[in-house]
């Protein structure tokens, strides 16, 4: 049914604190970024149905043969960088377009009575732990110049080397923590997704990849710098991006990675850039952003396309299989949930996944917490800036932890 509630706003800060005592959730909200390619502001999951797990997704063909089990359910879920995979049937959905609400209930008015209920409350995040490196400033370096070295001897051109934050036996409230963090850093793709004892609190500007119809389109972000604190700063430091060779130079290297990628997936002919080098401005940071699209050829399924471009360029580098093979060889540590990907599919096999990057991870069970930061290095890379930049993409996390 759809519902228009008299006050929008607090109907969606209701919902999705009623959403969060459930044991499964997904909670997708764009923060009314304008976005041609999206069709929703906010989506709430709730609880579960049916569900699909993979430890190790070697064939997409099972996680395709579970969509077509639900060809009209709006389906969210995650891929692990190392391909784990998360899908569930949600019991109950709503949907929030224009200030209206679709639900999907048995019994939707017994949804609203429960959301209208609710009484919002400004909850502490409390968090306790120790926020340590996984990698010290010096690993990260070394790592560095020996990534720089393969780039100089051809191995590769670009490669995207991150490190992790962590703290063990911590405690935090996880929706308390979402919420700060969406004010904090307010971005097109964020997420809260809840399963069991694990918490995923993401503030993601960047979308992987999407599906409409037979359309594709891929938005990778090479190129990021801080607001400034000023107008006239802030319009000096956007002019200093979009000059920038070094991070031009970057994006570009991404785009021709991710056309490369949906050549596997697309009629021929039909890959085109249709946005280069658009700069995006967000709370915390101005960013690179180009578009890729291109019409898929008949007889590939949804999953396939993801299959043909996973994990995401901007993420790992290129040439993508010899950056992946370093990567392995030079970060502390496995990725992760980091750098794969959150989304949903939208019946007919549509679908929408974004980036997982800016994101703080939870297991409420053995109070291991967890983000990663990364950035991009080519030969003109330097060190330290780089090393700032990650400092900067941690910043909104740093803030909300503290």
């Known amino acids: ?45 709730v609880g579960k149905t049916s569900e699909f797990k993979s430890d190790k997704l070697q064939d997409f063909k ?16 995650y891929l692990t960088y190392d391909l784990e995979a998360y899908f569930f049937i949600p019991n109950y959905l709503l949907t929030f377009k224009k200030g209206k609400v679709e639900i999907k209930a048995t019994d939707p008015y017994a949804i609203i009575n429960a959301i209208e209920l609710i009484d919002i409350k400004v909850e502490a995040i409390n968090f306790h732990g120790t926020i340590k490196n996984r990698m010290s400033r010096q690993e990260y370096g070394t790592a ?6 393969h ?49 995923i609190i993401s503030a993601s500007p960047e979308r992987f990849l999407s ?34 060779l070094k991070e031009i ?5 991404i785009v021709d990675l991710v056309r490369n990628d949906l050549t596997r997936s697309a009629k021929a002919g039909t890959v085109k850039v249709e946005e280069l080098l658009g700069l995006y401005s967000f709370k915390q940071v101005h960013q690179l952003i180009s578009t890729i699209s291109c019409t898929i050829k008949p007889g590939i399924e949804s999953t396939t396309t993801i299959q043909n471009t996973f994990p995401p360029g901007s993420m790992t580098g290129a040439p993508k299989i010899s950056a992946m093979n370093l990567i392995s060889q030079y970060e502390k540590g496995n990725r992760g ?59 909104a996390i740093n803030k909300l932890l503290s």
């Open 337 to 395: 949930l980091y750098a794969g990907s959150i989304g949903y599919f939208n019946g007919n096999n549509d679908f929408d996944f974004n980036v997982v990057i800016r994101t703080l991870i939870h297991n409420s069970e053995t109070g291991y917490l967890s983000f990663h930061v990364g950035g991009a290095i080519t030969a003109y890379a330097n060190e330290n800036a780089e090393y700032q930049e990650c400092l900067l993409k941690a910043s």
């Open 144 to 149: 560095f110049q020996k990534l720089q070295e």
């Open 62 to 77: 099972d996680l395709q043969n579970f969509l077509n089990k639900h060809p009209e359910e709006i389906i969210p879920g």
């Open 211 to 244: 599906k409409k119809g037979e359309k594709l389109i891929s938005q990778p972000i090479k190129g990021t710098a801080p607001r400034g604190k000023t107008p006239e700063e802030d319009n000096e430091i956007k002019n200093r991006l979009k000059n920038d």
């Open 249 to 253: 130079s970057e994006n570009i290297m």
């Open 151 to 199: 780039i100089f001897k051809g191995d590769i051109y670009e490669i995207n080397l991150c490190q992790e934050f962590y703290s063990e036996n911590s405690s935090l409230n996880c929706f308390a923590a979402y919420k700060e963090l969406n004010s904090i850093s307010p971005t097109p793709f964020s997420c809260f997704l809840k399963h069991e004892n694990n918490f």
């Open 1 to 45: 049914m759809i519902y228009e509630p008299s006050n929008i706003d607090l109907f969606k800060e209701k919902a999705q604190l009623w959403a969060s005592s459930f044991s499964t959730v997904c909670i997708l909200d764009s923060n009314n970024y304008s976005d041609p390619f999206g069709s929703i502001s906010l989506m709430i999951a």
